[in-house]
C-alpha cells in the first residue's frame, strides 16, 4: 500500500505560481498529477516515470507545469507557473506500483493508489 499525503495548494492571483508536494510512503515508479474542477471530471495534468526520466503533460499546461521528483524519489513536485483561473481545481496525487510496466500516462485508470487532494484556486 502507497499512501500519498500533498501539500502546497493555496490561493493565488492569476500569473502566480505554486509548487504542489506529493509525499509517498513508499517508492512507485510511475507518479502523475490529476485535477478536478467543480461539476468537471477529473483529468491527467503531467505524469513522470522515474527510472527513464520520461515525462508528458496535459496541452493545457505545457509550458506552464514541471512535474518533477525528489532525489528521494519519494516525492513528487508539481511547479505551477502562469497559473490562470481555470487551473481552479483539487489537485490529487497518483501513483502506480507493481504490474506491467507502462509508459507515463494522463489515464486514471493506470494508477492505483490516490491521495486526498490539495486545493488549488486561482483569481482573476
Known amino acids: 500500500q502507497v499512501q500519498l499525503v500533498e501539500s502546497g495548494g493555496g490561493s493565488v492571483q492569476a500569473g502566480g505560481s505554486l509548487r504542489l508536494s506529493c509525499a509517498a510512503s513508499?517508492?512507485?515508479?510511475?507518479m502523475g498529477w490529476f485535477r478536478q474542477a467543480p461539476g468537471k471530471e477529473r483529468e491527467g495534468v503531467a505524469s513522470i516515470i522515474s527510472d527513464a526520466f520520461a515525462t508528458r503533460y496535459a496541452d493545457t499546461v505545457k509550458g506552464r507545469f514541471t512535474i518533477s521528483r525528489g532525489g528521494d524519489k519519494n516525492t513528487l513536485y508539481l511547479q505551477m507557473n502562469s497559473l490562470k483561473p481555470e487551473d481552479t481545481a483539487m489537485y490529487y496525487c497518483?501513483?502506480?506500483?507493481?504490474?506491467?510496466?507502462?509508459?507515463?500516462?494522463?489515464?486514471?485508470?493506470?494508477?492505483?493508489?490516490w491521495g486526498q487532494g490539495t486545493q488549488v484556486t486561482v483569481s482573476s
Open positions: 497518483a501513483a502506480r506500483q507493481g504490474g506491467v510496466w507502462s509508459p507515463a500516462s494522463l489515464d486514471m485508470t493506470d494508477y492505483n493508489y
Open positions: 513508499e517508492y512507485a515508479y510511475k
